[in-house]
């Protein structure tokens, strides 16, 4: 959410513990060494930020953080429920310093309900949200779901979280108050699963998976196609009939192609 933020024009500071955060660990690493300052995954996420590193459990730690949010327009943070509070750095206290503070908290099940203290990943959110119900082969529909690649789950939460906290910027133009803003992964997932939803609920049909391309209640053309030569070639969508697709397969067959 940060980088889409900084992406956007707006000042952002990555504050990470002494020791790093976790995802400087991850790779593909830069001419593969591993080394916490070299995760490609890390920079890919990471862009237009600035980074400070301190403990927000010291007291010059604390009071370091309070001397940037007392001046911040948002605080984004990723902790377990409760966490922030029990350090006295809860939205309570920090809009204290800054009435104009809008906080967004990105959890896996939010800060209330029964799952709020469960502990969560990409792939929990997109099981729980259904969007892995979606994912897989057409030609063999019995196999487990696949998860998506990319970290689908914490995206669509962080942009979630953002239109959010964009809309309370907005109120506070109006208002000067600062609001604070509970973003729950499982929530955005289970709000993003396309036709899933009213298919099931107007048509009460399940969709069903479809290889290389979105789910459905009726088949689409396939876009994944072997040829010949025992390779794949990727065609997208470019027909709106049966005949317009035959007509592809027979010219590629007199190439030599299909």
Known sequence: MGKLMG????????????SGVEERLVGPYKDDEPHHNMSLYFWAHNTSKESLSIDIESKEGKSILKSIVSSADVLIEDFSPGY?????????????????????????FGQDGPYRDYKSSDIVSLAMGGIMHSCGYDDVPDTPPIRPSGDHGNKIASHYGLIGTLSALIHRDFTGKGQYIDASAHEACSST????????????????????????????????????????IIVFQLFNNLNSWLSLVKWMTAEGMA
């Open 193 to 232: 699963t396309e036709a899933a939803l009213p298919t099931y609920l107007y048509q009460e049909k399940v969709v069903f998976r479809q290889t290389g391309r979105h789910h459905g209640a009726a088949p689409t053309p396939k876009t994944l196609c072997k040829t010949s030569d025992g390779k794949y």
């Open 7 to 18: 992406d956007m024009g707006a000042r952002v500071i990555k504050v990470e513990p002494p």
């Open 84 to 108: 922030l509070p029990s350090l006295g750095l809860g939205f309570d206290a920090l809009s204290s310093l800054n009435p104009g503070l809008v906080m967004t908290s990105l959890t896996g």
